[in-house]
């Protein structure tokens, strides 16, 4: 099915659906929806941490050394 059909199709639904459905289809929809949108520029530099960390350039922590470092700055 293509996205045009899908769409033609929800819409039906929706047009019939009382309150209970409709926020339900909400709760479905918006998270997707107000994803976050990075700028060019943030692209560009997540691309550059990426392709530092790939090649050993940049250094990765564990989840573990992250939360000691955490806990070792609030003192």
Known sequence: MKSIELKQEI??????ADDKVLKAIRTLVK???EQVQLTKE???????????HLSG??????????????KSRKK
């Open 11 to 16: 819409h039906g639904y929706i047009e019939q």
């Open 31 to 33: 998270p997707s929806i």
């Open 57 to 70: 350039k940049s250094r990765s922590y564990t989840w573990e050394e992250t939360k000691a470092m955490i």
């Open 42 to 52: 943030q692209k560009v530099e997540l691309k550059k941490r990426k392709k530092d």
